[in-house]
């Protein structure tokens, strides 16, 4: 496809995002905001992963990031964000101050630091696993700091630009998203051999196909269609995407954001009187939309919510879905959002099973499994990213960023995701797979640029597209 | 004039007349404000449909949301574990505090229904020779007998308060390390933390080995020395809300129960 130039929706979207962002500077007033903000938003749980932490740093092991530094063990990371609480939140914090470690960013050098916290954390959750106090440092990482850092101006502007392309719905104004959009659609099409069931009332299955899963695995959409129309479902799908990565904003920290964002998806679905939302994305998507949709919207949805893989699994349980069983040597990587945040770690494993004899675990699964070092935003922060994502929006990958330092900024994080990602790569290696099957676009692009890095050949599939492939 | 009636002459019958119930009080209140403070900020909110895996699933959890991180532990630091979780928490300090016979017999003075514990022999003795609660006056010395049969070979105070003291003396020591090392989570109040328990437990052993026969401490000397031991005591004691310390009587149950609840039984993970 053409680079397309830049249309007036894009230029005067680069101007509004980057007006709220800059990488200098510390602004006071910004900070204070955003910690009130931090702090009125506090419950119980956020509570006692901010009060109970005892410095054992059990958890610095877990994260992949802490084989970078082990000044980005989790517990590091979390930690500033209990400075600040600590400082606010607590009368000792108050009169001891330093004793307490409580105190509260005073230069540009405490928000860098902040920053790099967030950037490397991925929100994985296996911290929270191997705390022995229950703590979820990641959610304090992802949330309280993330927060405090975009809202004092230092967040990645690509990944801003997305929030702002799928809260104002723009992607429907860009041309080449469209394009990407209809082609997916022309092909399933004629993967299909008949018309799509485009926007149908009260289907039993709503296949919820954003515009991230139509750019960046179009195989799996086309997988889940066959898959759905061959098990005689009744289902359908929109005609248009409903949203880009829904909730892009939480990935920035922008809570508000990202309720508003799923409040106004509630509604778009609800449209469609929908039994139950079918999703492909295994990334943040998932537990955003079957666990937070709930907390975000005050009322449990209309519809159920699962992911494919959950679909396939029953499916092929109820003998709806026939599977040609090979001997690929295959296995499943999950994603940490799907599997430790969302629960869904046996289900994959019985469907590989299904279609291949050659299923095999990796040395680290389910609970215990190896984050791929790309979440979090950190899959956006690198060249190849902001260079297709340029072509995409008709702009130089210069204007994705909004100066120098964060530039440095991105190429630092790039570098220590390919150390970061290691530690999967070996686990994928010692499993012996020649085929890496996960649902998580980010997840996706990781493992297959580290298996690129360390000379692993492997392929890297959607499990839609894995299962479409092997329907009978 | 001390508080039970006592009179306060010397550290020792300060603590024991007076400073008791300023302690009690003290941990009282802490106690009270950091689960009012967890009250107060619970929120209501819906919850999505749980995934159910079944009771099964959910007991497996359970255990496994206390036992994972243990076994992560020992996988991936080995030393931490041995020192922090075996020797400081494990056979150390916890068994020491519950179940050592000399602190048996104190709390039992102070809440009656702890005699329980002496009166199914599970106190642990003092030294493998003896189980009497002082070894100050001239006593005939034989072999524990006790519930605990051989294991009171290494399950006795002496042991145990060696095995504590290595455990916080390494935490200690990890500490100044993580702090060269320029790592932000170690805090100054963790020295005073980690001090206080060694201080409490050298006073402690120090306390209980006055005497080995020929006399190394007089009267005196042994009352200061048991004063200040029960006096940090009761200084952890009025620490322990306000300091990493309310994870013993809080913070390790509701997070783990929380965890269990969040992952294991609302989102199913197996």
Not at chain 1, 258 to 284: C, H, Q, R, T
Not at chain 2, 141 to 162: E, Q, R, Y
Request: net charge positive.
């Amino acid at each position: 496809m053409e680079q397309m130039a830049p249309s007036p929706a894009v230029k005067q979207l680069l101007e509004e995002v980057k007006r709220n962002i800059s990488w200098e500077g510390f602004p006071a007033d910004k900070l204070e905001k955003a910690l009130a903000e931090a702090l009125s938003a506090l419950d119980s749980v956020k509570l006692h992963f901010l009060e109970n932490c005892v410095g054992c740093a059990a958890c610095a092991p877990a994260c992949p990031y802490y084989y970078v530094s082990e000044k980005y063990g989790p517990v590091e990371k979390a930690e500033l964000a209990r400075y600040m609480y600590r400082k606010e939140g607590t009368i000792l914090g108050k009169l001891l101050g330093p004793l307490l470690n409580a105190k509260k960013p005073q230069s540009e050098k405490d928000l860098d630091e902040i920053v790099e916290a967030v950037y490397r954390c991925t929100n994985c959750g296996a911290c929270y696993v191997s705390c022995p106090f229950g703590i979820d440092s990641g959610l304090i990482i992802k949330g309280i700091l993330g927060s405090i850092a975009t809202k004092t101006g230092r967040a990645p502007t690509l990944i801003a630009v997305f929030d702002v392309i799928e809260r104002k719905k723009l992607f429907l104004e860009i041309p080449s998203f469209m394009y990407i959009w209809n082609e997916v659609m022309k092909k399933a099409e004629q993967a299909l051999g008949k018309p799509l069931p485009f926007d149908k009332k009260g289907a039993e299955y709503f296949l919820l196909v954003n515009m991230a899963d139509a750019m960046f695995y179009p195989d799996a959409v086309i997988g889940a269609m066959r898959a759905l129309d061959r098990a005689g479902l009744d289902w359908t799908l929109p005609s248009k995407p409903l949203a880009f990565r829904p909730p892009i904003a939480a990935v920035i920290g922008l809570q508000k954001q990202a309720k508003e964002m799923i409040k106004i998806l509630d509604e778009d679905i609800s449209k469609y009187e929908p039994k139950n939302v079918v999703l492909l994305d295994g990334g943040f998507v998932y537990p955003w939309l079957r666990f937070q949709m709930p907390k975000a919207l005050g009322r449990r949805p209309s519809y159920r919510v699962l992911h494919i893989v959950e679909l396939f699994e029953k499916l092929i349980k109820e003998g709806k879905l026939k599977l040609r069983q090979t001997d690929d040597k295959v296995t499943w990587h999950d994603p940490c959002q799907l599997a430790r945040r969302g629960g869904v770690t046996e289900e994959p494993n019985f469907v590989l099973s299904a279609a291949s004899k050659g299923f095999r675990k990796l040395p680290h699964h389910g609970a215990e499994s190896y984050c791929c070092g790309g979440g979090g935003g950190i899959g956006c922060m690198n060249m190849e990213m902001l260079e297709q994502m340029g072509k995409l929006l008709g702009v130089s990958s210069k204007d994705l960023v909004a100066s120098d330092k964060e530039l440095e900024f991105i190429k630092k994080t790039a570098e220590h995701w390919s150390i970061a990602v290691k530690r999967k790569i070996d686990d994928v290696k010692k499993s012996g797979a020649e085929i890496v099957v996960t649902a998580c676009p980010v997840c996706m692009h990781s493992i297959a640029g580290g298996s690129q890095l360390y000379g692993l050949k492997i392929q890297v599939r959607h499990i839609a597209a894995y299962i479409g492939e092997h329907i009978e | 004039m001390g508080y039970l009636g006592g009179s306060v002459t010397d550290v020792y019958s300060f603590a024991v007349y007076y400073f008791f119930w300023v302690a009690i009080a003290v941990f009282a209140f802490g106690a009270v404000y950091r689960i009012a403070k967890m009250v107060l900020f619970w929120r209501r909110v819906v919850k999505a449909e749980p995934r159910n895996r079944g009771v099964g699933a959910w007991i497996i959890g359970l255990i496994r949301t206390f036992v994972d991180p243990i076994i992560f532990s020992i996988k991936t630091k080995p030393h931490d574990f041995l020192a922090g979780m075996v020797a400081l928490h494990l056979v150390g300090v916890i068994p020491l505090i519950f179940l050592l016979a000399h602190h048996v017999a104190f709390f039992a003075y102070w809440f009656s229904p702890y005699k329980i514990i002496a009166e199914t022999g599970l106190w642990i003795p003092l030294s493998v020779t003896t189980s009497t609660l002082t070894i100050t006056s001239p006593i005939e010395v034989k072999f524990v007998d006790s519930i605990w049969g051989p294991l009171t070979v290494v399950l006795n105070g002496d042991v145990l308060a060696i095995l504590a003291i290595l455990g916080t003396a390494f935490k200690i020591g990890t500490k100044v390390m993580e702090q060269i090392h320029g790592l932000r989570h170690v805090r100054w109040s963790d020295y005073f933390s980690l001090g206080l328990l060694l201080f409490i437990l050298l006073t402690g052993y120090m306390a209980a080995r006055h005497s080995t026969g020929t006399v190394t401490m007089d009267v005196g000397t042994y009352r200061t020395v048991l004063g200040l031991h029960i006096l940090g005591a009761e200084v952890l004691l009025m620490l322990l809300p306000f300091s990493k310390y309310w994870h013993i009587v809080f913070g390790y149950w509701y997070g783990k129960l929380h965890e269990w609840y969040d992952l294991r039984v609302q989102k199913g993970l197996v």
